[in-house]
């Protein structure tokens, strides 16, 4: 397994941006897809962005498609979200996950981080 932890949350002001980043554990980081998942309070866990093992296919949410970039450093077990143009829509608590395919479903991913909290003020 992986051990995950997101960092990188705080507030910002609407049209804004942030870079969210987790760092995971262990040597086999490149065996697992990477997604970017986020929950404001009273919501389901929401897919954000998920990247493959090598980084050179990604997906995006509808919501965030344009404004958000997903992209991971293998040599450095990291994965990264870019969030510009931030929306006050986009206040959750963000969490990176492992698995083994890249998936909008949150029972795919065998991981998880502790989350981030993103907050952005209108």
């Known amino acids: 397994q992986v051990q995950l932890v997101e960092s990188g949350g705080r507030l910002v002001q609407a049209g804004g941006s942030l870079r969210l980043s987790c760092a995971a554990s262990?040597?086999?980081?490149?065996?697992?897809?990477m997604g970017w998942f986020r929950q404001a309070p009273g919501k389901e866990r929401e897919f954000v962005a998920g990247?493959?093992?090598?980084?050179?296919?990604?997906y995006y949410a509808d919501s965030v498609k344009g404004r958000f970039t997903i992209n991971r450093d293998n040599a450095k077990n990291t994965v990264y979200l870019q969030m510009n143009s931030l929306k006050p829509e986009d206040t959750a608590v963000y969490y990176c996950?492992?698995?083994?395919?890249?998936?909008?479903?949150?029972?795919?991913?065998?991981?998880w981080g502790q989350g981030t909290q993103v907050t952005v003020s209108s």
């Open positions: 996950a492992a698995g083994a395919i890249v998936t909008s479903r949150p029972s795919a991913y065998h991981s």
């Open positions: 262990g040597r086999t980081f490149s065996s697992y897809v």
């Open positions: 990247i493959s093992r090598s980084g050179n296919g990604t």
